[in-house]
């Protein structure tokens, strides 16, 4: 199996490290990401100038190619042939921190694996929360990626055996050790506090801190929140169809104009 690994936490990253490491018991593993963190940064894209692609050395002595563009550029590399045939599968990670619930929306790990989705390769995006940052997402030290990389190359034999749904992807979050078993859960939703914090730098411009106090979320059972809580590694299938089915019935109801 030809593997693409990619993460939103950058090229050094020890987490992209214990990745391929994992990775590499069960397939080739080919190493395009960031050149430096891109957390956040969703499924953007470059599209108003040419991307810089450098040979970066991994802490294993292996190659790795690092751009400066985003998660998503990374797997655009790979399908338009940067590392020659394009992957069997994408895995992006391990991320730095969980991507649960709401979460996922903005995030640059599972917007690698969502380009998968747009591709037709398999993706999966697998995140390790750290004991430190409890359920948020903010990166945080003290980090063991031994959960998420020891459950990896299962899952990823699981995948190459029996494929995924159609446009559908999977959302891995692994809790710190010990790890008490594994939950198939659908995505939690997030309760932000955010707010707004003025500060003035000496010119008095004036500077906002939008992202202010940790998140909270809502604690139902079978959600990847519910199942991080209680030490178990969360299995989110995930697609990307947007459409509302009940909007297209109720807004298709609706006295829109001529021929409606």
Wanted: with cysteine; proline share 7%; net charge negative.
């Amino acid at each position: 199996m030809r593997i693409l690994l990619t993460n939103d936490d950058g090229v050094t990253s020890r987490g992209l490290l214990a990745a391929k490491q994992a990775l590499e018991r069960v397939g080739t593993v080919s190493v395009i990401a960031p050149d430096s963190n891109r957390s956040g940064v969703g499924r953007g894209i470059t599209i108003d100038r040419a991307l810089t692609v450098v040979e970066h050395t991994l802490r294993d002595g292996s190659l790795a190619y690092a751009t400066d563009g985003t998660p998503v550029d990374c797997v655009r590399f790979a399908a338009l042939g940067l590392i020659g045939e394009p992957p069997d599968l994408i895995v992006a990670g391990i991320n730095y921190g969980v991507n649960l619930g709401d979460d996922v929306t903005y995030s640059g790990t599972v917007a690698a694996a969502f380009e998968g989705i747009v591709l037709g390769i398999p993706a999966i995006a697998v995140s390790q929360q750290s004991p430190e940052a409890g359920l948020h997402f903010r990166r945080q030290s003290g980090y063991d990626f031994s959960p998420a990389a020891d459950f990896l190359p299962g899952l990823v034999e699981q995948v190459g055996e029996r494929g995924l749904p159609p446009r559908t992807i999977l959302n891995v979050n692994a809790p710190p050790p010990p790890v008490s078993g594994v939950s198939v859960v659908r995505l939690g939703r997030r309760i932000y506090q955010d707010r707004l914090d003025l500060e003035s730098d000496e010119q008095g411009h004036r500077r906002y801190h939008i992202y202010g106090d940790d998140p909270s979320y809502h604690d139902e059972p079978d959600t990847d929140f519910h199942a991080i809580a209680n030490g178990r590694i969360a299995v989110t299938p995930v697609h990307l169809d947007l459409t509302s089915g009940t909007g297209l019935t109720e807004v298709g109801s609706w006295p829109l104009g001529p021929g409606a």
